[in-house]
């Protein structure tokens, strides 16, 4: 999520053909000669081996931060960097999410090398994953996958830390009650920042209040599941052995239909991807209803972000559910 435009996303773009791929320009001089330096004594730390970075390749696709390939004597890395002051612990978050999905060996996730800061500028380096070609049963196992992972459950909503949905904070509070925890970390905080900004009226914000006293009858009750938090087409890339590798997670614990909701909020998946996924960890019946509900939240989100349609969306959804 984010709404940047740079010469380096434009020509990126025009060079390559997504997300994560490698455009045909050296944007090393965007990487100034300190930082390359304490990059290469980074991933030589980590990996015991001298390291030499040969060249540096912009990545396009990305909305937030600058992302790059570094190509090294030793293999390539993935490297992502930012303003530190202006996305404090950010990318330590997502270090943390991009773990926390890992341990539950489902997905393939890209192991994180080193997270830090350097000349008030943030940086994570990761293993660089290369783009494979997606297999027959792709979204088939994508689902299952995915299901799988929800069934890693807490009592709690939330998680014991915040982090960042696009480029906003995420708040992250741990609530017991599902209902509650939506409210009042997903759409309040939210709203509270749109009103702010300006992007929304008071008739729009007494509709939500009318939409709380409802969601207790409207929202299934279930465990809190190990979301990724942020589930759109932009966010999985496909693992050279042709399987869904995970990346930019939103992490935390809570309702699994704001995972499915979120995948089908951009046109959705396969539909492979959704009988495979119910196959394995049947949703609750009525989920398709749902969907716009929790949707309020990643489209609230993209209400601060870029403002525009999107409001009209969420004008949309309360009226037919208030």
Same mark, same amino acid.
């Given at each position: 999520?984010?709404? +940047?435009?740079?010469?380096?996303? %434009?020509?990126?773009?025009?060079?390559?053909?997504?997300?994560?791929?490698?455009?045909?320009?050296?944007?090393?001089?965007?990487?100034?000669?300190?930082?390359?330096?304490?990059?290469?004594?980074? *991933?030589?730390?980590?990996?015991?081996?001298?390291?030499?970075?040969?060249?540096?390749?912009?990545?396009?696709?990305?909305?937030?931060?600058?992302?790059?390939?570094?190509?090294?004597?030793?293999?390539?890395?993935?490297?992502?960097?930012?303003?530190?002051?202006?996305?404090?612990?950010?990318?330590?978050?997502?270090?943390?999410?991009?773990?926390?999905?890992?341990?539950?060996?489902?997905?393939? !996730?890209?192991?994180?090398?080193?997270?830090?800061?350097?000349?008030?500028?943030?940086?994570?380096?990761?293993?660089?994953?290369?783009?494979?070609?997606?297999?027959?049963?792709?979204?088939?196992?994508?689902?299952?996958?995915?299901?799988?992972?929800?069934?890693?459950?807490? %009592?709690?909503?939330?998680?014991?830390?915040?982090?960042?949905?696009?480029? *906003?904070?995420?708040?992250?509070?741990?609530?017991?009650?599902?209902?509650?925890?939506?409210?009042?970390?997903?759409?309040?905080?939210?709203?509270? *920042?749109?009103?702010?900004?300006?992007?929304?009226?008071?008739?729009?914000?007494?509709?939500?209040?009318?939409?709380?006293?409802?969601?207790?009858?409207? *929202?299934?009750?279930?465990?809190?599941?190990?979301?990724?938090?942020?589930?759109?087409?932009?966010?999985?890339?496909?693992?050279?052995?042709?399987?869904?590798c995970l990346v930019d997670p939103a992490v935390y614990y809570g309702n699994r239909e704001a995972d499915i909701a979120m995948s089908k909020?951009?046109?959705?998946?396969?539909?492979?991807?959704?009988?495979?996924?119910?196959?394995?960890?049947?949703? !609750?019946?009525? +989920?398709?209803?749902?969907?716009?509900? +929790?949707?309020?939240?990643?489209?609230?989100?993209?209400?601060?972000?870029?403002?525009?349609?999107?409001?009209?969306?969420?004008?949309?959804i309360l009226k037919r559910f208030c």
């Amino acid at each position: 999520m984010g709404n +940047w435009i740079t010469i380096e996303r %434009i020509i990126s773009d025009y060079f390559s053909g997504g997300k994560y791929q490698l455009s045909k320009f050296n944007f090393a001089m965007l990487l100034n000669e300190n930082l390359k330096t304490y990059l290469e004594n980074c *991933l030589s730390q980590q990996i015991s081996v001298p390291v030499n970075i040969r060249e540096i390749l912009a990545i396009g696709g990305g909305s937030i931060n600058y992302a790059y390939c570094l190509n090294t004597n030793a293999g390539k890395f993935f490297a992502k960097i930012n303003n530190a002051s202006k996305f404090p612990e950010m990318f330590t978050a997502e270090a943390r999410g991009l773990e926390l999905l890992a341990e539950t060996n489902t997905f393939n !996730i890209p192991n994180v090398i080193k997270v830090g800061d350097f000349e008030n500028v943030s940086f994570i380096l990761m293993e660089f994953i290369e783009a494979g070609k997606c297999v027959k049963n792709f979204f088939a196992d994508f689902g299952s996958k995915l299901a799988t992972l929800h069934q890693h459950t807490n %009592i709690y909503f939330g998680l014991n830390h915040d982090n960042y949905i696009g480029s *906003l904070k995420q708040s992250n509070i741990q609530q017991k009650n599902g209902v509650m925890f939506f409210i009042h970390e997903r759409l309040q905080v939210q709203i509270a *920042l749109a009103e702010q900004n300006r992007m929304i009226d008071s008739s729009t914000i007494e509709q939500f209040e009318k939409l709380y006293g409802k969601l207790e009858t409207i *929202l299934p009750k279930e465990k809190s599941s190990l979301l990724h938090g942020d589930l759109w087409s932009g966010n999985f890339m496909t693992s050279p052995g042709g399987k869904a590798c995970l990346v930019d997670p939103a992490v935390y614990y809570g309702n699994r239909e704001a995972d499915i909701a979120m995948s089908k909020l951009f046109g959705g998946f396969d539909n492979d991807f959704y009988e495979s996924y119910n196959a394995t960890f049947p949703l !609750i019946k009525g +989920w398709e209803q749902r969907i716009d509900v +929790w949707n309020l939240y990643p489209l609230l989100v993209h209400v601060n972000l870029f403002g525009g349609g999107y409001v009209a969306q969420v004008k949309s959804i309360l009226k037919r559910f208030c």
